[in-house]
DNA sequence: CTGAAAGCGCTAACAT
DNA sequence: ATGTTAGCGCTTTCAG
């Protein structure tokens, strides 16, 4: 089998001109029935697949959608993707996810660079901080925030209220007689995990509870293996906590393992509120009571944001509702 | 801010040719320092970035590789990503996981073709039993197969023995003692999962126990729904297992989430063995026993062979290792 | 060591 | 309705 087919050659078998070729391809401007079919019998002979790169450097877009995660491992994660992928897709866009996890830390950003110009736009789910990685990242082209954006920048995102979900989940420990509620969180350059934080800081502060930093533990990651080793630095602690909060559920059902090999039964010995309500929290053993984060909606309203973008628009941000699903761990 | 400079406009900027440009991006021939530095100057300060498309057409590779995957929710698949993504990236090339999940049974197969075109080769993982998917998929490029294989046919695939491995494991039940082994399945276009059925039926073929059709269960996927619905169907039968072996650790938990809701107690009444080893099965109650698949370095393996592919060599066919892991559900 | 120029495959005016 | 042609941004001979 010779070398992949050109439009030329296409338009060769099909004794027509590469311009006609492009324009059954493309739909783009009425082309004679009869010319059509032989173009596609040609197309179809050859095995011809336009080139993209040939087409999007002349057309200059390429109707990719980029979406920057910080971890395919979480659950959490590919819920999101699944609404952005089916919104960008209907709408003739590949939504392409790229795992930015390998990449944090290291010199070499050619990842993001390389997938930056690839696409016509990016969703971000990943912290960025700082302008530099942001401007980098985003490469001038349009980009939504998702969770994770920006407070005062002009970047469109889609969010649910952070605070406010964790005040809501605090409450609802201190409403349940809580006094001692420890709190498990990732890395603190998310944005999700500083607001949430805040949240828990204000429930305990209404409800006149004084802050024991002893009980908040920084992991750094939101792997099980963290939310265990959380667990049981806090379990440490002089007075330890009949409840715990943790930001993520991966990192709240770490914390109910160890609680269980340390002989503690949850909830009646200690209580557990997770975040996010991905599938798993539905059946571990206790099922976890957490605050559910409309996931595939944060991702479909992404997509919709970036194809107005791209359209010209300037979307509003938007806040989706969390709600508390009650199950067993509290 | 104007639109995006050219190598063009970084040539004007530098006062060199584009051909100079070129050469110090790309460091193909030597440049004198004097003229590095000025293109290098011109570089930052028109904050210049490559233009993938442009670049590729020219040169006639992207150094993409894309991955075809299945599900994006399974963490099996992300441990495979990220060892394929590691080896990828340190020989200087991006890997591309793509989820065929939203596009199985659409007429559109645009996403595959066009990612097929976009990148130098491809990792696949996705079931292709029939030819034109196959050609559609891989497009003319280099591929690879990871876990799914085609018996017989050429192109070059890593795997592990799935016929042996589940034999493995059902011996293992049998050796427990049990005579009565339920088997829950995903979905039989999958040669993993004809090949496990292979495997338990040969186990029991050995001990001489009879088959028994009541007790096979083919779900269609591999969500803990799934499991569960698997388990309650096994529970119903006449003469329910004592143990079962699903061919994924997301089945085999799914279905001790039902037989403990059914107040079976798990490995007491019934033992479940899952498949895999994904982080959850060493959190879940009770620790889950499973095959363990070595699927970093399936994804590390598959990428390399990959790599030599591009290279121009022909990579033998890997089998990797796979071992049981003993927890406590069997 | 550097520049000029010929493509790479495609789309989109602009003609006809 | 169809053909001609000028780019899109880049790499790579080929000259010098």
Redesign the interface.
Known sequence: ?RS?PSIEAVAREAGVSIATVSRVLNGTKPVSAATRERVEAAVSAL?Y??????R??STGQ???LLMLMPD??N?YY??I??GA??VS?QAGY?L????LE?WTGTADA??P??????SDGVINLVPMSDQAAR?EAA??KPWVNCSEFMPGSDVPYVSIDHRQAATDAVQYLINKGHRRIGFITSDERFLYARQRREGYDAALLRAGLAPAPELVCVTGDN??AAG?QAAASLLAVVDPPSAVFAVSDTLA??AI?CF?KAGRRVPHDVAVMGFDDV??A????PGLTTVAQPMVELGAAAAEMLLALLDGQRPAPRILQHRLVLRESV
């Open positions: 089998m992949k095995d697949r336009v080139n993209p790169f040939g999007s450097l390429s109707r990719i395919f491992a659950p590919a819920e993707v699944r992928a089916a897709r590949t392409l996810p790229a795992d390998a050619s990842l660079t390389l997938l930056g110009s690839l401007r490469n001038g792997s099980y265990s059902i770490g393992k269980s599938p798993i539905d059946i571990f053993e």
